[in-house]
């Protein structure tokens, strides 16, 4: 039994000297050291050595495991090392080659210009406020001077979760929700996501960004509306740029107004973007309806308010001359790259 297991050892350290790969060296430790290697056939035969015996020939049986596992480890140390140098060798980097160029996204077209409207209205002494895209019924029309059945809803087709849920179809459903707050005065701008069951095309999508604005305070007047939507204008489009204010109805605010703005293009000698008008129409205004201050808790003989609202989109599309929203959603690199 000893003489085999000195046979074993020997021949077992000759092939781990002269493995040249990881892969062979662990096919010979499967061969000796595994289930079914030679040294576990050896302990399969201890049954048949006597009694006396199986001490010593255990202890040959360890000695040979211990040599070839310490062989084994020391050889695939090597082959390791070996391995690594030739990667090494192999992955050299040429530091006079040019550096790889990393293409790093960069702002959207409609983050450019929310980013612009904030800080105009921000220089003005204006908080920019945030609120939920799924909303209630009420806040999204009931507290904004639209009851069930009103005419005006057939102008909105809504998205509806429930009879009293919905996806929100303006962000002036936010100032509803500041004015219940009472902390007067109120200088904000909603920007956000709303949603109508609108079909796709150049000019129209289900889903668009609306950026509403709201003041309340004592003595505010149409005049502060307009003196401060001509300066928003002169800020985004121009210096040079002029308002024109056209009386029109909303719900929620009386007076209303929408607002034109002289083409920046054509200084208003008429062109393609303002179809030879002069104006391209921006936005629409008011003064904010005293049955809405009333149902938010304010009172209307002591605080009167004006309330804006312009598409996010609109602005970014004359801003930067885009013939078609479409182009804003499809995530086309050639396009975007062009901000």
């Given at each position: 039994?000893k003489?085999?297991?000195?046979k074993l050892q020997?021949?077992?350290l ?6 040249k ?23 399969k ?80 002494g ?24 009103h ?10 979760v429930?009879?009293?849920?919905l ?8 100032q ?12 904000m701008?909603s ?24 003041v ?9 509306l ?30 209303s ?9 054509c200084?208003g ?19 904010v309806h005293?049955?809405?201050l ?16 312009v ?27 062009q901000f």
């Open positions: 039994m003489e085999r297991l000195e020997a021949e077992a000759q092939k781990i000297s002269d493995a790969a990881l892969d062979k060296l662990n096919d010979i430790r499967v061969a000796y050291l595994g289930k079914k290697g030679e040294l576990t056939e050896v302990l035969g201890m049954k048949d050595v006597a009694k006396e015996d199986r001490p010593k020939v255990g202890q040959f049986v360890n000695d040979a495991r211990k040599a070839i596992e310490d062989k084994l480890d020391e050889v695939k140390k090597q082959l390791e090392a070996q391995a690594l140098e030739l990667k090494l060798e192999e992955e050299v980097i040429d530091v006079t080659l040019p550096a790889k160029k990393n293409n790093v996204g960069h702002r959207h077209p409609n983050t450019i210009a929310l980013e612009e409207v904030e800080r105009i209205f921000v220089g003005m204006y908080e920019v406020v945030e609120g939920p895209e799924v909303e209630y019924d009420y806040y999204n029309f009931e507290a904004l001077n639209i009851p069930a059945n005419p005006a809803k057939d102008e909105q087709d809504t998205f509806y429930t009879d009293k849920i996806l929100r179809t303006q962000t002036s459903s936010v509803v929700h500041e004015m219940e707050k009472g902390n007067l005065p109120i200088r701008i920007p956000g996501r709303v949603f109508r069951a609108d079909e796709v095309d150049a000019t129209h999508s289900p889903s668009f960004h609306q950026i509403e604005g709201l309340i305070d004592k003595d505010v007047t149409f005049a502060d307009k003196g401060t939507l001509a300066q928003f204008a002169k800020e985004l489009f121009g210096e040079d740029t002029k308002v024109k204010f056209r009386p029109h109805h909303f719900p929620f605010t009386e007076p107004a929408e607002v034109d703005v002289s083409c920046f293009k200084h000698k008429g062109c393609r973007m303002c179809k030879g008008s002069g104006w391209i129409e921006i936005l629409g205004c008011g003064m005293p049955h809405v009333e149902m938010s808790g304010i009172d209307p003989n002591e605080y009167k308010g004006f309330a804006f609202g598409g996010l989109e609109r602005i970014a599309l004359l801003k930067y001359e885009i013939d078609d929203m479409r182009l804003m959603y499809e995530n086309d690199e050639r396009f975007l790259k």
